[in-house]
Nanobody, 121 residues
Framework: QVQLVESGGGLVQAGGSLRLSCAAS????????LAWFRQAPGKEREFVAA???????VYADSVKARFSISRDNAKNTAALQMNSLKPEDTAVYYC???????????????WGQGTQVTVSS
């Protein structure tokens, strides 16, 4: 059974940084695309960033140049480095995986439970 566990969320002031981690219990992690999504109260879940099996990346325009996604297939982990955080980045952040291809919709097979990120102004 696939399990994803996010960590690293917390409270940070605007302009600060956080690093989120996603630990995956997947035997063939290297064959899964991984993405980060976020959901703020009263809003739909939205795409943040994704990394393919070949480590190519794609970002939402709202986080481009501020966030960086990475993966370590040897450790079955992924990370989202978030810099220059803004109050509008406040949300629950989720990691998700699907076999092979990156998509920017919520069409991912497995999801973590989420980790709260709060950015104060």
């Amino acid at each position: 059974q696939v399990q994803l566990v996010e960590s690293g969320g917390g409270l940070v002031q605007a302009g600060g940084s956080l690093r989120l981690s996603c630990a995956a219990s997947i035997h063939t992690f290297s064959t899964y695309a991984l993405a980060w999504f976020r959901q703020a109260p009263g809003k739909e879940r939205e795409f943040v960033a994704a990394i393919s099996v070949s480590a190519s990346t794609v970002y939402a325009d709202s986080v481009k140049a501020r966030f960086s996604i990475s993966r370590d297939n040897a450790k079955n982990t992924a990370a989202l480095q978030m810099n220059s955080l803004k109050p509008e980045d406040t949300a629950v952040y989720y990691c998700a995986v699907r076999r092979w291809a990156v998509v920017t919709t919520t069409s991912y097979s497995y999801w973590g439970q989420g980790t709260q990120v709060t950015v104060s102004s």
